[in-house]
Structure formats: C-alpha cells, structure tokens
C-alpha cells in the first residue's frame, strides 16, 4: 500500500499523519515564503462507484492469492438487491436486479480492497514531475490519501490540474 494511503495502512496513525504532514506543508510554505498550490479531491459515492471488474484486476495485479481471487469474484458475482416500496415488493421474487459497481461497506475487507484499488493511482502520482519539495534534494510529496480523499500537492511552477 502506497506510503500516501492514510486510511488502511498496517501501522498508520489514520488522519494524524496526513494532518502533520500537511501542517508541516504549511509551516514550510508559510516561513520560507514559497507557493503552493493544493486541491482536495473527494470522490462522491466513492465505494459505490468503483466497477467490479476494476476490483478483480486489483487483485491480479497486487498477486492475492488464486482461491482468494475466485473466492472475491464469485461473491461479487452473486451481489443483488430487490426494490421494495412501503414494506411491498416492487420486484418479482426471480427478478434480482445485478450490482455490477461498489464495494460492501460495513466488513473488514472492503476498506482495504477500496484503498488498494486506488492505489496505481498513488503510483502514477508519486511517479510523476507535480509534487512540492520540502527542501531542495528532500523528499518530495505528491499527494496524501485517507481512504477516498486526495489532496494534491504542486509548486506553481508545475501546475495541479493540467489538460483539463
């Protein structure tokens, strides 16, 4: 799980270190009179949208072991729900109607599998030229994450949003 990953990282401090880092972004920037430019980024419906197709490559790509793969993907294939309108049955008892995009909510696996399935995002982020330096040859930050909200970090000279 990227370093970036706040929400459900083994040994993180959940929202205490994305806070410290971005104080500490702030004190930096504030003292040393640079620029900075930052978004916050929140998926709405976050574990509603993301396609279940997606959720299997994850696993793919992150190696999960082959049962636990075949495991995960019959549950997901199985997923339905009914409609149902003042206690009455809006749907046939045979007519289920497919999830085919989200996550459970409310399990211990959902929030891991949600944030691993951001996590290439993270990669191509860290991999990329945006970010702001805390000082020159340090370490640069890209980003941070907790669970579905993202804030992005740039010096001016390369800007957060680009080909928009």
Known sequence: MSRAQNGCRGGGRGTKEPLLIDAVIGKVVKRNRRN?????????????????????????LYKVECTVQDFLGQCMGQWSTILCHLGQRMTAAENHIRIRKGIFQG?????????????????????????????????????????DDLKLFSSPVAPILWNC
């Not at 949208?49 to 490559?57: A, D, E, N, Y």
């Not at 951001?118 to 890209?142: A, D, H, I, Y």
Request: proline share 5%; charged share 20%.
């Open 107 to 147: 399990d211990c696996l959902s929030p891991i599998w949600f944030c691993l399935s951001l996590n290439p995002l993270s990669t191509v982020l860290e991999g990329s030229e945006r970010g702001f330096q805390l000082r020159k040859g340090g370490t640069k930050v890209t980003h941070l994450f907790y669970m």
């Open 36 to 60: 900075l430019s930052a978004v916050w980024i929140d998926y709405k419906k976050a574990f509603d949208s993301v396609p279940h197709t997606w959720l299997k490559r994850v696993l793919e």
